[in-house]
């Protein structure tokens, strides 16, 4: 397909190129080496939408200053008249889907159904030539992502055509039907990022094309961080010429058995990564050697310093009981022969300490 032509040629100049390897289907693999920390590449969302607490820009995503709400739907906030002028030809007719929505109907409208409603406005205002389009910014990049509609419950797709309809209420586009609208849903289900700040405090959600094709590893070898809405994809440790980019979905503070039914619940596969095979109970000793435990708390203890050395303290991530010294020996007596037995075997014992300490 042409967009694909173009899609290789843009991740080409980027040092990344996709392949088709069955049964993962589509995966990004790097064409030249990158070191720990530096970008491998950045991307817009297709679409977003902000779900914080606090009112949030929808266009830059900013909180700070005095925001404004758009005047005729009452829900949209903006940082000022650029923001606002940039996101117009798109909020125009959200603006209009919105009114279109009888008050009672509009308390039934969730972060994932006007992020539906955006997508499709997008994709009208790009087919109608209205907003251009580019390699890396096209509806052809969210129907090519996967869907998985056939693996999911039946009660998960009741509740996808309940949202459809109203969709289809809100946008009264005469090619979009209910099917259309409920496999979009799935899209999103499988698809769409949280959008946090530096803080990991969830601002929104989005959706990224070209980033949805790369895939879960528990041992990933990047990270997909953000800066506002904009998706920085970051290498963690040496990313080699030739290696796949991989990343985790998921929080990788949990054992195999848990890592498993969150990537099977949401993304529906098995992982077959060496965290979840080769080293799945090493690494579930250590982490169970970590964890909390007071109480009902799951949380882990974590080295608020980010280096290990002997004479810091450790902290629970959620409870924030500090071990003393020594309960912490106690602790590291039960760590280290598993951790040194990790790293003769793999190296990427390591990888998992870093993240939990
Ligand atoms: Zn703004
Ligand atoms: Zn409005
Ligand atoms: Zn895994
Ligand atoms: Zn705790």
């Known amino acids: 397909m042409e967009d694909d032509v173009e899609l290789q040629r843009f991740l080409e100049a980027e040092g990344l190129t996709i392949k088709t390897i069955l049964p993962k289907r589509r995966c990004l693999f790097a064409t030249r080496d990158f070191i720990p920390g530096e970008v491998i590449m950045r991307e817009e969302p297709y679409v977003c939408i902000p779900t914080s607490s606090n009112p949030l820009c929808q266009q830059c995503f900013k909180s700070d200053g005095a925001l404004s709400k758009c005047a005729s739907c009452n829900i949209v906030w903006y940082c000022g008249v650029e923001c606002q002028r940039l996101d117009w030809k798109l909020h125009k007719l959200e603006c209009r889907a919105i009114s279109r929505l009888e008050k009672k109907w509009q308390e039934l409208v969730t972060p994932e159904i006007r992020l539906l409603v955006k997508l499709f406005i997008r994709r009208k205002l790009q087919r109608d030539k209205v907003i251009p389009t580019t390699p890396i910014d096209n509806f052809n990049l969210v129907e090519a992502m996967i869907d998985h ?121 098995t992982c077959t990564c060496p965290h979840c095979c080769k080293f799945a109970e090493i690494n579930d000793q250590i982490l169970d050697a970590l964890r909390c435990k007071r109480g009902k708390c799951d949380g882990f203890f974590v080295n608020k310093d980010r280096f290990y050395s002997h004479d810091q303290k450790l902290e629970c991530n959620k409870c924030g009981l500090v071990k003393t010294l020594e309960a912490e020996r106690r602790a590291k007596g039960k760590i280290d022969p598993l951790c040194d037995k990790g790293k003769s075997e793999f190296f990427s014992g390591s990888i998992l300490l870093h993240f939990v300490l």
């Open 149 to 269: 509609q056939y693996k999911m419950e039946m009660k998960k797709l009741v509740a996808y055509a309940m949202k459809a309809e109203i969709v289809t209420r809100m946008l009264q586009q005469p090619d979009l039907d209910l099917d259309k609208a409920v496999n979009n849903f799935c899209k999103v289900s499988c698809n769409a990022n949280a959008i946090v700040d530096i803080a990991m405090e969830p601002l929104g959600i989005g959706l990224y094309p070209v980033m949805s094709i790369i895939n879960h590893s528990c041992l990933p070898n990047a990270i997909l961080v953000f800066e506002g809405k904009l998706a920085v994809l970051r290498a963690l440790v040496p990313v080699e010429k030739g290696d796949e980019v991989l990343i985790s979905y998921i929080d990788l503070g949990r054992t195999t058995r848990h890592r498993q039914h969150d990537l099977n619940a949401k993304y529906h596969f």
